[in-house]
């Protein structure tokens, strides 16, 4: 167990089975002909100004040309997310993929603001983050997660690879903030510092987001 506020249980991962389907639903509505779905979810930096839920909506949209994309991200979040959202709990693993998203959005911004991103990567490297600092509190061997992590991140940087490196590195720093808060404030009388916390996480990315936006 990762605390006494948070049990694993065998109830069915209900957030990442959800977040699955509207993934697959929404790339299903991307394939229509003349389909506005990817332009009108997709984040574009120089849309932040008006259109700031960009920053999360990416993160449910794929690349319409590449089944690669949705099958990679979506398979990551198969195995991982009932996982972690048994460890955590609905509440908190819902909390961490849409803020190691934002983060990636954020990171999108702030070193690429000329790119527009789409899909679920920087959630994902969130949630890769959250359960290797928790396997490592646990004891258990983290060694081939941690492999994976710096193999991928590795690929967003080789040349001819389209791949948003940026989003990775910031849902992989989000998503490690944030499960630092969960391991720190595990206790039941700790509950409220720790929403406190979490929101300190978000209302920072905002910030960070305003401070870019202004400098423009």
Same mark, same amino acid.
């Given at each position: 167990m990762l605390a006494s506020t948070t049990r694993a249980t065998k109830d069915q991962p209900v957030i990442?089975?959800?977040?699955?389907g509207l993934c697959v639903l929404i790339y299903v509505l991307q394939l229509l002909p003349n389909s506005?779905?990817? /332009?009108?979810?997709?984040?574009?930096?120089?849309?932040?100004?008006t259109e700031p839920w960009r920053?999360?909506?990416?993160?449910?949209?794929? /690349?319409? @040309? /590449?089944?690669?994309?949705?099958?990679?991200?979506m398979y990551s979040l198969f195995v991982i997310g009932p996982m972690m959202e048994r460890i955590v709990g609905r509440v908190r693993f819902l909390a961490l993929y849409l803020l190691s998203g934002f983060g990636g959005s954020v990171a999108v911004l702030l070193l690429a603001p000329g790119t527009a991103v789409v899909g679920a990567s920087g959630a994902i490297f969130g949630l890769l983050a959250a359960l290797f600092l928790i396997q490592r509190k646990l004891g258990g061997n983290s060694v081939q997660l941690l492999i994976v992590i710096g193999l991928n991140l590795v690929i967003g940087f080789l040349p001819g690879v389209n791949v948003a490196?940026?989003?990775?590195?910031?849902g992989l720093v989000v998503g490690g903030v944030?499960?630092?808060?969960?391991?720190? @404030?595990?206790?039941i009388d700790q509950r409220t510092v720790q929403i406190l916390a979490v929101t300190g996480v978000f209302v920072a990315l905002v910030?960070?987001?305003?401070?870019?936006?202004?400098?423009f």
């Open positions: 990442t089975w959800s977040i699955i506005p779905v990817t /332009s009108a979810l997709l984040y574009y930096p120089p849309y932040t100004y920053m999360v909506t990416a993160l449910f949209v794929h /690349s319409p @040309t /590449s089944f690669l994309h949705i099958l990679f991200n490196w940026q989003a990775h590195v910031g944030v499960a630092l808060v969960y391991l720190r @404030t595990r206790r910030v960070l987001t305003l401070v870019r936006l202004y400098a």
